[in-house]
């Protein structure tokens, strides 16, 4: 099972970037994809969810309406796509794959996480 954050990098305040997750090694159209952030020195945080089919998709309040994630089941690749970038954006974001459908207890994969800071 491999799970790899790409895109993150330093952005401007303002700005969009979108951060991708490419999944390999589990059947990933069966698996609920999410996305968490942990800036320096807090907790890691869910921001942002989508059910396996990408029909269903939900936020922290604190990203909602700049924030989407989206999912390409044929690529096995889950983004976020983040716009008006804001300092307490800061933080490494991770993926997450989830199946909680036909076994005993969910099952649970993590990326390593990539950097995302914005500053001017």
């Known amino acids: 099972v491999q799970i790899v954050e790409s895109g993150g990098g330093l952005v401007q305040p303002g700005g969009p970037l979108r951060v991708s997750c490419a999944a390999s090694?589990?059947?990933?159209?069966?698996?609920?994809m999410s996305w968490f952030r942990q800036a320096p020195g807090k907790e890691r945080e869910l921001v942002a969810v989508?059910?396996?089919?990408?029909?269903?998709?939900d936020y922290a309040d604190s990203v909602k309406g700049r924030f989407t994630i989206s999912r390409d089941n044929a690529k096995s690749t889950v983004y976020l796509q983040i716009n008006s970038l804001e300092p307490s954006d800061t933080a490494v974001y991770y993926c997450?794959?989830?199946?909680?459908?036909?076994?005993?207890?969910?099952?649970?994969?993590w990326g390593q996480g990539t950097q995302v800071t914005v500053s001017s």
């Open positions: 997450k794959a989830r199946r909680t459908i036909g076994v005993v207890r969910p099952i649970d994969y």
């Open positions: 090694g589990f059947t990933f159209s069966t698996y609920i």
């Open positions: 989508i059910s396996s089919t990408g029909s269903t998709t």
